[in-house]
């Protein structure tokens, strides 16, 4: 039998170069390899949108365009929209038990993003337990592999710790997942700052038209100390560079372009205009395939209730084997 992998985006905007090189580049590659799963976390976007769900429903659409614009084929990964699979919900309810508040709050992602988010004190409880729900989206599809971005690393780790409670309490019944990290460690904004992310608006994304593309790269944050072209350029956080590192085929082009930057001997504007032509040519077929079926909601429709019935048949067998594991069998 194939392996399986789990992945999931949370659909409250297009998703970005950050996403493709955190995650999506590996779902594409391993898709023909595994058998693939891949999960609009429409219920885990609403722990900090509940008061506009709009938000999340109307950027699903926009999710699977993405998907069918990088290459995801629908005919072999299955497109799950978490809010229709009742078993997530029931598992996550098991699994509460086996979590301590103290655990929760510890998770260094949910940490910085409650800090990002200013909840301070009134923090949401379905936001401070999305890693619960999280590691039920993983192991109920029984997860060998997860391809995520290193910022989703401790999501991993605490369905890790979950599955192993759950294994030791009531028999081994759930399988434990391995994170697969991304070829290149995080990508960081526009702007310099760690994270790409669209509340920030520091993203370029998928879907970014070539003039947006050119103004955003035109715009991106170089090195600070650096006035006059003649001055020697520093590599490190430099996005500029980061950018490069993750996109250029060209290894010895790029070494070369940093060498002279160091030295004073290239401005930043040509290398800008060398990480524009890069990100086109990334970016072109990925718009044009994304064009395709931007006005097809007939097919998106039939993506979305063909996924959602694929994974019903591997989420009712789990959630049948997690009850009898506990002794839920009355009649
Ligand atoms: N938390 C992930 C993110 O913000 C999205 C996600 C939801 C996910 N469920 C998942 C990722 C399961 C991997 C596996 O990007």
């Given at each position: 039998m194939k392996k399986r992998i789990l992945t999931g985006d949370r659909p409250t905007g297009k998703l970005h170069i950050g996403h493709y090189i955190g995650s999506l580049e590996n779902r594409v590659k391993l898709q023909y390899e595994y058998e693939s799963f891949i999960l609009i976390a429409d219920l885990q976007a609403l722990t900090d949108n509940f008061d506009h769900p709009e938000n999340i429903t109307k950027n699903v659409k926009e999710v699977i365009l993405d998907y069918l614009a990088v290459g995801i084929d629908p005919k072999i990964s299955t497109v799950v929209i978490?809010?229709?699979?009742?078993?997530i919900p029931e598992l996550t309810g098991y699994f509460m038990n086996l979590v301590t508040l103290s655990r929760l709050q510890r998770n260094p992602t949910v940490k910085d993003e409650i800090k990002e988010k200013k909840f301070e004190i009134n923090i949401p409880v379905g936001f401070l337990c999305y890693p619960v729900s999280q590691a039920a989206d993983i192991t109920i599809f029984g997860a060998d592999l997860v391809p995520v971005g290193e910022d989703q690393v401790p999501m991993i780790e605490q369905t890790r710790e979950l599955v192993r409670r759950f294994n030791n309490l009531y028999g081994k019944t759930l399988k434990e997942p391995k994170a697969l990290v991304s070829r290149v460690g995080r990508l960081p904004g526009t702007d310099g700052r760690a994270k790409m992310s669209k509340s920030l608006g520091n993203v370029i994304e998928l879907a970014e038209s070539k003039e947006s593309l050119r103004k955003k790269v035109m715009n991106m944050y170089t090195d600070p100390t650096r006035i006059h072209p003649t001055d020697p350029g520093h590599i490190k956080g430099n996005p500029v560079f980061t950018y490069l590192d993750a996109f250029s085929k060209d290894v010895k082009l790029v070494s070369e372009l940093k060498s002279r930057y160091r030295k004073g001997k290239v401005g930043d504007v040509e290398v800008k205009e060398i990480l524009f032509k890069i990100l086109e040519e990334f970016l072109k077929p990925i718009r044009d395939r994304r064009k395709e079926y931007e006005n097809k909601p007939e097919y998106l429709k039939k993506i979305m209730k063909e996924g959602v019935k694929r994974a019903r048949e591997t989420t009712k067998e789990t959630i049948k084997r997690v009850q009898k594991a506990i002794n839920l069998i009355y009649f």
């Open positions: 978490q809010s229709q699979i009742p078993e």
